[in-house]
């Protein structure tokens, strides 16, 4: 049987076929649906808890993938918090990308063959399901509780989103992002998906940072706060002569 030499800690760990299988079908699963727990990844697999966590620790030792607690919501009840597992870059790197090879070799057919303006088209098209989805719960919202609404959004798609306030707002930052090599190559993807934030969140927003770009994180700037110029109307001095 064919065995595959990987790394926990100092240690090497010979994978057999099976198990090397396995950790592709856990690094594919967190590709296609992003970050997980070891519960969702287990029923999605079909496996037990206690396989996914060996395959899990195992990934995590080799620098594969990071596990980060859930942010509870609501009142937590006893036990610690769930954690979820995302690929790192290096786990990005190493596993399955025949995805982002097919849709890079068909957008770059499409703006060959048609143009940057049907790339432009295509993204747009594919942020107006994403973007009437997300409106459906914030739009309705008061201005100050949308940016929490979205980040809220965005962790339950698998962006492993978080929310920070700031002096003049306040900023989501994505730690995952789906079609992070996708857009190295077609940033309109970013430039659509920023705008779309803007319109959500009612505000005229600024992208700092990208996954795309070679950042840690996605970070988006939201104003919550309207910077009005008031001015003062002079009233003639009235003096007696």
């Known amino acids: 049987m064919k065995t595959v030499e990987a790394r926990t800690g100092d240690n090497p ?15 594919r699963s967190l590709l296609e649906h992003g970050p997980s727990t070891a519960a969702e990844l287990a ?23 990071v596990a980060r607690e859930e942010r509870p919501r609501g009142h937590r009840g006893r036990g610690r918090p769930a954690k ?3 690929l ?22 499409l703006r060959d063959s048609v143009g940057e303006r049907a790339v432009e088209d295509f993204a747009r098209r594919r942020m107006a399901a994403w973007e009437a989805r997300y409106a459906e719960r914030i739009a309705s919202l008061p201005l100050d509780e949308r940016a929490e609404a979205l980040a809220e959004a965005l962790a339950e798609d698998g962006y492993a989103s978080t929310v920070h ?40 927003v600024q992208r700092l940072a990208t996954i795309a770009r070679g950042d840690g994180v996605c970070t988006t700037h939201i104003p919550l706060t309207d910077v009005k110029v008031r001015q003062a109307t002079a009233t003639p001095e009235v003096t007696s002569s």
């Open 43 to 65: 029923q999605r697999l079909g496996l037990t808890s206690a396989a996914i966590r060996r395959h899990l620790d195992a990934a995590v030792a080799d620098g594969l993938i």
């Open 165 to 204: 306030d700031t002096a003049l707002g306040v900023q989501v930052c994505q730690h995952h992002c789906p079609v992070q090599h996708v857009a190295e190559e077609f940033p309109v993807l970013c430039e659509v998906e920023t705008e779309a934030i803007g319109r959500l969140v009612g505000r005229h």
């Open 88 to 109: 790192t870059d290096a786990g990005h790197s190493a596993g399955p990308t025949a995805y982002d090879d097919v849709a890079i070799d068909a957008l770059r057919y």
């Open 84 to 86: 979820r597992f995302s």
């Open 13 to 27: 760990v010979r994978l057999d076929a099976a198990d090397r299988r396995t950790r592709d079908r856990v690094a």
